[in-house]
């Protein structure tokens, strides 16, 4: 059973920066594609941004440019810097582990952005 615990979360006024990091358990990590959602009340789970093994990105529209996910294999860590951030970056922010046949979730971070 893999174990993703996300960090960083907390509250910031707009323009402001904040880096989330979810790091995993086990040892498959470095073997699959990883990402971050996030979801705000009363809306769904959104894609935000995903990172392949290779190191390939790709990102939701609504960050690009602002957000930027990394990781480290060698920490088993995801990291998304978020600058410039806004109200409407306010959220729950998940990381998720895909594998095929589903793969994991964290237990997510409240990112809160006043404005």
């Known amino acids: 059973q893999v174990q993703l615990v996300e960090s960083g979360g907390g509250l910031v006024q707009a323009g402001g920066s904040l880096r989330l990091s979810c790091t995993a358990s086990g040892d498959i990590f470095r073997l699959n594609t990883v990402g971050w959602y996030r979801q705000a009340p009363g809306k769904q789970r959104d894609m935000v941004a995903h990172i392949t093994t290779s190191g390939r990105t790709n990102y939701a529209d609504s960050v690009k440019g602002r957000f930027t996910i990394s990781r480290d294999n060698a920490k088993n860590t995801v990291y998304l810097q978020m600058n410039a951030l806004n109200a409407e970056d306010t959220a729950v922010y998940y990381c998720?582990?895909?594998?095929?046949?589903?793969?994991?979730w964290g237990q997510g971070t409240q990112v809160t952005v006043s404005s």
């Open positions: 998720r582990l895909l594998t095929s046949w589903g793969g994991y």
